[in-house]
Nanobody, 120 residues
């Protein structure tokens, strides 16, 4: 089992910045990829960024110029840094961890979600 606890959401003005965090606990030794997704009202959940245990990152093109992701393996915590926020970034942001099974495949674990609201 894996538990994910998110923090750092809130209300910010357009152009501002926010840094979220997601701390993982439990069977973390089988987690390689962690990431963040977001879901805006009336829309499907979409990928924002991922990072491997080795630090390899992937950020979706729509936010690549403004968002970064980092990871502290000692703290089992992932940090998305969101800069130059826009009203369209308003969404519930979810932390994700992929638990790798020993014989292939994986299971997704999700945090409870944290609201990010960007005012114009």
């Amino acid at each position: 089992q894996v538990q994910l606890v998110e923090s750092g959401g809130g209300l910010v003005q357009s152009g501002g910045s926010l840094r979220l965090s997601c701390a993982a606990s439990g069977s973390i030794f089988r987690i390689n990829v962690m990431g963040w997704y977001r879901q805006a009202p009336g829309k499907q959940r979409e990928l924002v960024a991922t990072i491997t245990r080795a630090g390899s990152t992937d950020v979706v093109d729509s936010v690549k110029e403004r968002f970064t992701i980092s990871r502290d393996n000692a703290k089992n915590t992932v940090y998305p840094q969101m800069n130059s926020l826009k009203p369209e970034d308003t969404a519930v942001y979810y932390c994700n961890a992929k638990y790798d099974y020993a014989y292939g495949g994986y299971r997704n674990y999700w945090g409870q979600g944290t609201q990010v609201t960007v005012s114009s």
